[in-house]
């Protein structure tokens, strides 16, 4: 019996990743001299942490459930907010930083689509646990700029066609997956299963950050799909 379960722990040794990321994606706020030029009601990010602060949620929750150990890997796409920043003369940068340092994650600062692919591209095999993206999106893309350079419109992007040049092998195969933008389980979620291999949780509608100032994740004005 003793060997049979020496035997069993060996294998689960062998085929276990030697840890579990738990990779949360922040995308770029809104510059508000565009947002500005907008009917009120389609204006974004009047607070530029948003995005920010959605993600520190979700760092807080992952560590209940995995651990307080378990291993944040923070991807922010740095453009958005050294715009933001220079816009409103703050330092959101380095405030990322000091909050990274914080909550104990591996900061990874990226500065596009490609950018994006690279470095996630580059996490071990099957070390992938749980994946969050927090941003602008439509149900094509994940817009990690938006009405920054050009008003409401997006020139760094995840879009569903670049899916494939994601290596699926990066995720567990039981991994979790979900969007946190908008529109996302209306078409990208089906291409991103097609691609990956496992599951992208996604709105069908619209999503509401304005809970996130109250300590809440994000709200969909609709429902969640896969």
Same mark, same amino acid.
């Given at each position: 019996?003793?060997?049979?379960?020496?035997?069993?722990?060996?294998?689960?040794?062998?085929?276990?990743?030697?840890?579990?990321?738990?990779? /949360?994606?922040?995308?770029?706020?809104?510059?508000?001299?565009?947002?500005?030029?907008?009917?009120?009601?389609?204006?974004?990010?009047?607070?530029?942490?948003?995005?920010?602060? +959605?993600?520190?949620?979700?760092?807080?929750?992952?560590?209940?459930?995995?651990?307080?150990?378990?291993?944040?890997?923070?991807?922010?796409?740095?453009?958005?907010?050294?715009?933001?920043?220079?816009?409103?003369?703050?330092?959101?940068? *380095?405030? /990322?930083?000091?909050? +990274?340092?914080?909550?104990?994650?591996?900061? /990874?600062?990226?500065?596009?689509? *490609?950018?994006? /692919?690279?470095?996630?591209?580059?996490?071990?095999?099957?070390?992938?646990?749980?994946?969050?993206?927090?941003?602008?999106?439509?149900?094509?893309?994940?817009?990690?700029?938006?009405?920054?350079?050009?008003? +409401?419109?997006?020139?760094?992007?995840?879009?569903?066609?670049?899916?494939?040049?994601?290596?699926?092998?990066?995720?567990?195969?039981?991994?979790?997956?979900?969007?946190?933008?908008?529109?996302?389980?209306?078409?990208?979620?089906?291409?991103?299963?097609?691609?990956?291999?496992?599951?992208?949780?996604?709105?069908?509608?619209?999503?509401?950050?304005?809970?996130?100032? *109250?300590?809440?994740?994000?709200?969909?004005?609709?429902?969640?799909?896969?």
């Amino acid at each position: 019996m003793r060997a049979c379960f020496r035997t069993l722990v060996c294998v689960f040794l062998l085929i276990a990743p030697a840890w579990a990321d738990h990779v /949360i994606v922040t995308g770029g706020p809104a510059l508000r001299k565009w947002e500005d030029l907008r009917v009120p009601q389609d204006r974004h990010d009047r607070w530029w942490a948003n995005f920010v602060r +959605a993600s520190t949620l979700r760092m807080a929750e992952v560590r209940q459930a995995y651990g307080s150990n378990a291993p944040l890997v923070w991807m922010v796409y740095r453009p958005g907010y050294q715009a933001r920043g220079r816009e409103d003369g703050k330092p959101y940068t *380095q405030w /990322i930083t000091e909050q +990274a340092a914080k909550r104990r994650a591996t900061l /990874i600062w990226f500065d596009g689509g *490609q950018d994006f /692919i690279r470095k996630l591209n580059s996490r071990p095999r099957g070390s992938i646990q749980t994946f969050d993206f927090f941003g602008h999106s439509n149900k094509h893309a994940f817009m990690f700029d938006y009405g920054s350079d050009i008003m +409401a419109a997006s020139i760094a992007c995840l879009h569903e066609r670049d899916l494939p040049r994601i290596k699926g092998s990066v995720f567990q195969r039981s991994a979790y997956c979900k969007s946190w933008g908008c529109h996302t389980g209306e078409s990208m979620s089906g291409h991103w299963k097609g691609a990956t291999g496992v599951p992208l949780e996604g709105a069908k509608g619209p999503t509401d950050y304005t809970v996130v100032g *109250q300590g809440q994740l994000p709200r969909v004005k609709g429902s969640w799909a896969r």
